[in-house]
């Protein structure tokens, strides 16, 4: 992991393995090289808005923003992301999910490789975590005006939950089309869900109007402090289950899984060097290439959220703050082909019978394609496990067909 005080916000140029077409450099890299450290700078630097690398990426920056420079101190946020206040209101909430060794993925890396199993958390999903600390540390006559969030439908699942413990009313504004599974499994906590034309963006546009007409407490899915401090509350079981973590695989949609886990880390690591390494989906690659550009950029033009079956992680624009953690505090941010995520999908189900998303896949599918993002002993976060039931029955059929070799990495 990268320093706290490295605020440059360019990622290593070995970055390119994963990065999308756009974002790439001309330089070829060794694939058995790794990441190359970035130099660090003083704590609290500002983190220039003019990028280092990514000069490839031609897209135009989001209006009026200026990229992570614009949080000047980005050491003083890295702190106001209490990890440590987050597990103290999860604790006998939030599951402490299992770490499972997977010897296949371990011949392939060389290394020993774990898997964090939160598609095993009460909602299936590690969004409980960020959405309950965020309401928990509420204040509590905005919170007994009832929740809003907008979700492509894990996170929405998360508000939901913590609603019900709460004893308060939520609602949810989710995108046509989407996984009716979540959108089931929301509901079945009593959050009255509303479906949105244009993506999580008009959702989340719906939720914003709609929370502040009512003075209601909206629960953004991932550019929030206690948000990000409740995700990171994965690094500190991390750190005690896995004997000399070393890297940390992760997916990234927004980013505050990926920058939650970093901050922990950051803060808790002792000394370690402990890398995070975050994955986004090929076809939805707007954290990616914002992280590689050094300023937030949207996604590319025609972009949907159907070009991806990693429903979880498409998201049009990054957050302002996870960008800004990301540059700080992130090793890389590789992207992954559609293929890869099928891949790693029926790797789980046919290796260790894990019924994992897309979007949870991630980081066994950026293991698949770069197998070098492994050093030392690796922990890959399995995100979520709300697999939609026509996604579940293609994973079991390519597993029995045995169209992908799943057997070079059993």
């Given at each position: 992991m990268?320093?706290?005080?490295?605020?440059t916000?360019?990622?290593?140029?070995s970055?390119?393995?994963?990065?999308?077409?756009?974002a790439?450099?001309s330089?070829?890299?060794?694939?058995?090289?790794?990441?190359?450290?970035?130099?660090?700078?003083?704590?609290?630097?500002?983190i220039p808005?003019?990028?280092d690398c990514?000069?490839?990426?031609?897209?135009?920056?989001?209006?009026g923003?200026?990229?992570?420079g614009?949080?000047?101190d980005?050491?003083?946020l890295?702190?106001?992301?209490d990890?440590?206040?987050?597990?103290?209101r999860?604790?006998?909430v939030?599951?402490r999910?299992?770490?499972?060794?997977?010897?296949?993925?371990?011949?392939?890396?060389?290394?020993p490789?774990w898997?964090?199993?939160e598609?095993?958390?009460?909602t299936?999903?590690?969004?409980l975590r960020?959405?309950?600390?965020?309401?928990?540390h509420a204040?509590?006559?905005?919170?007994?005006r009832?929740l809003?969030?907008?979700?492509?439908?894990n996170?929405?699942?998360?508000v939901?939950?913590?609603?019900a413990?709460f004893?308060?009313?939520?609602?949810?504004?989710?995108?046509?089309?989407?996984?009716?599974?979540?959108?089931?499994r929301?509901?079945?906590?009593?959050?009255?869900?509303e479906h949105?034309?244009g993506?999580v963006?008009?959702a989340l546009?719906?939720?914003?109007?709609f929370?502040?007409?009512?003075?209601r407490l909206?629960?953004?899915?991932?550019?929030?402090?206690?948000?990000i401090a409740g995700?990171?509350?994965i690094?500190?079981?991390?750190?005690?289950?896995?004997?000399?973590?070393r890297t940390?695989?992760v997916?990234?949609?927004?980013?505050?899984?990926?920058?939650?886990?970093?901050v922990?880390?950051a803060?808790h690591?002792?000394?370690?060097?402990?890398?995070?390494?975050g994955?986004q989906?090929e076809?939805?690659?707007?954290?990616a290439?914002s992280?590689h550009?050094?300023?937030?950029?949207?996604?590319?033009?025609?972009?949907e959220?159907?070009d991806?079956i990693?429903d979880?992680?498409a998201?049009?624009?990054?957050?302002?703050?996870?960008l800004?953690?990301?540059?700080?505090?992130?090793?890389?941010?590789?992207t992954?082909?559609?293929d890869?995520?099928?891949?790693a999908m029926?790797?789980?189900?046919?290796?260790?019978d894990h019924?994992?998303?897309?979007a949870?896949?991630?980081?066994?599918?950026?293991l698949?394609?770069h197998?070098?993002?492994a050093?030392g002993?690796?922990?890959v976060v399995?995100?979520?496990?709300?697999?939609d039931l026509?996604t579940a029955?293609?994973v079991?059929?390519?597993?029995?067909?045995?169209?992908?070799?799943?057997?070079r990495?059993?």
């Open positions: 990268t320093q706290p005080a490295a605020t916000p360019s990622p290593h140029t970055g390119n393995v994963g990065a999308s077409a756009g790439r450099e330089q070829a890299d060794d694939p058995a090289d790794g990441p190359t450290p970035r130099p660090a700078a003083a704590a609290g630097t500002p808005s003019t990028p990514g000069e490839g990426v031609s897209r135009a920056a989001v209006p923003d200026r990229g992570p614009d949080l000047a980005v050491a003083a890295i702190q106001a992301v990890v440590d206040g987050a597990a103290a999860l604790a006998g939030a599951l999910t299992r770490v499972v060794a997977h010897p296949g993925l371990g011949r392939r890396t060389g290394v490789v898997l964090k199993c598609h095993e958390q009460h299936r999903s590690f969004k960020g959405a309950y600390n965020r309401v928990a204040d509590p006559a905005r919170r007994a009832g809003v969030a907008a979700s492509a439908g996170h929405a699942q998360g939901a939950y913590a609603a413990q004893g308060i009313d939520s609602t949810i504004f989710v995108p046509t089309g989407a996984n009716p599974v979540k959108v089931a929301t509901r079945r906590w009593g959050a009255r869900v949105v034309d993506g963006d008009a546009a719906a939720a914003e109007a929370a502040a007409e009512g003075e909206l629960v953004h899915p991932f550019d929030d402090e206690a948000v995700q990171g509350t690094a500190l079981e991390l750190l005690e289950q896995v004997p000399g973590l940390v695989i997916g990234v949609g927004g980013g505050g899984l990926a920058t939650g886990i970093a922990a880390l803060k690591a002792h000394g370690a060097d402990v890398r995070v390494v994955v989906a076809n939805a690659p707007a954290f290439d992280f550009a050094g300023r937030r950029l949207t996604a590319p033009a025609g972009f959220p159907a991806t990693a979880g992680m998201v049009r624009i990054p957050g302002r703050l996870t800004a953690l990301g540059c700080s505090l992130l090793d890389d941010v590789v992954v082909d559609e890869a995520f099928w891949e029926v790797l789980l189900a046919a290796t260790g019924a994992v998303e897309p949870g896949a991630a980081g066994v599918a950026a698949l394609r197998p070098h993002l050093q002993p690796t922990a399995l995100s979520g496990g709300n697999i026509a029955d293609r079991t059929a390519l597993a029995t067909a045995a169209a992908i070799p799943v057997a990495t059993a």
